[in-house]
């Protein structure tokens, strides 16, 4: 839950830093874990 947290705080500080970069990012990151966790 920390974890989570954490990673979602992290998230929060890239997109507000770099809303384009941090898109594609996290859209290469979802379809990574997508595709090694369906």
């Known amino acids: 839950m920390a974890r989570?947290?954490?990673a979602a705080e992290a998230v929060v500080e890239i997109v507000s830093a770099e809303p384009?970069?941090?898109?594609a990012r996290l859209s290469s990151v979802w379809a990574t874990r997508h595709i090694a966790d369906p």
């Open 20 to 23: 384009a970069k941090a898109t």
């Open 4 to 6: 989570a947290l954490a």
